[in-house]
């Protein structure tokens, strides 16, 4: 069993430029999430899906968008980067909404210079 | 505004001894409570929760504490070992929010 699957591990971007990071689960779950962390800070929630074709905005959604096409697959989308977006990403499921427990992926950091 | 609150961004404690962690929130709606582990380089785990109709819940080494009229919740590990170090993120979940809100976490240190 994989679980969640992030890729790419690292990725360094130029202001303005797109870019789409991608994040599979098998564990059929239909809840999935994306946060973002900042240093010293806690993970904030940036979309979230309550399965195939419905998504929601969190706490934090500007500057990403978001699909969800199957079960499986839940892409966060960067239009435009801007260094405010340096972060590290953290894609996560669930069997129901937030919770009881969230399984996460690896993570992906990702740099906007 | 920051509604989980860990104010201790470091903790070192000497293998077999006690680690407390603490987490405060500001919102009386949240109404369950996790921890989440996390190692470098890797996504945080779950290690245990509670509800707001508990004050204790036990699993193994773990023990989390919740007090509902301090808003505070707190993580025992006893005994502490030195596997145990790692950051852990307080969470919260309930009322007006549609998310989790999460705390800036610990990092423990379990020295041998």
């Known amino acids: 069993n994989a679980g969640v699957t992030q890729t790419p591990k690292f990725r360094i971007l130029k202001i303005g430029q797109s870019m789409t990071l991608q994040c599979t689960q098998d564990?059929?779950?239909?809840?999935m999430y994306w946060y973002r962390q900042d240093p010293g800070m806690g993970l904030k929630l940036i979309y979230y899906?309550?399965?195939?074709?419905?998504?929601d905005k969190g706490e934090v959604p500007n500057g990403y968008n978001v699909s969800r096409s199957t079960t499986e697959d839940f892409p966060l989308r960067l239009e435009l980067a801007a260094p405010s977006q340096t972060s590290v990403y953290f894609c996560?499921?669930?069997?129901?909404?937030?919770?009881?427990?969230?399984?996460f992926g690896p993570g992906t950091r990702l740099t906007v210079t | 505004d920051q509604q989980v609150k860990q104010n201790s961004p470091s903790l070192s404690v000497q293998e077999g001894r006690i680690s407390i962690l603490n987490c405060d929130y500001t919102?009386?709606?949240?109404?369950?409570f996790l921890w989440y582990k996390k190692y470098p380089a890797e996504g945080p785990t779950f290690l245990i929760s509670i509800s707001s109709i508990k004050d204790k819940n036990e699993d193994g080494r773990f023990t989390v504490f919740l007090n509902k009229s301090a808003k505070h919740l707190s993580l025992h590990i006893v005994p502490s070992q030195p596997g145990d170090s790692a950051v852990y993120f307080c969470?919260?979940?309930?009322?007006?929010?549609?998310?989790?809100?999460f705390g800036a976490g610990t990092r423990l240190t379990v020295k041998p």
């Open positions: 899906s309550v399965g195939a074709g419905i998504t």
């Open positions: 564990m059929n779950h239909n809840y």
């Open positions: 969470a919260a979940r309930g009322g007006n929010n549609n998310d989790m809100r």
């Open positions: 996560a499921s669930s069997f129901t909404f937030q919770g009881y427990e969230q399984y």
């Open positions: 919102n009386s709606m949240f109404d369950y």
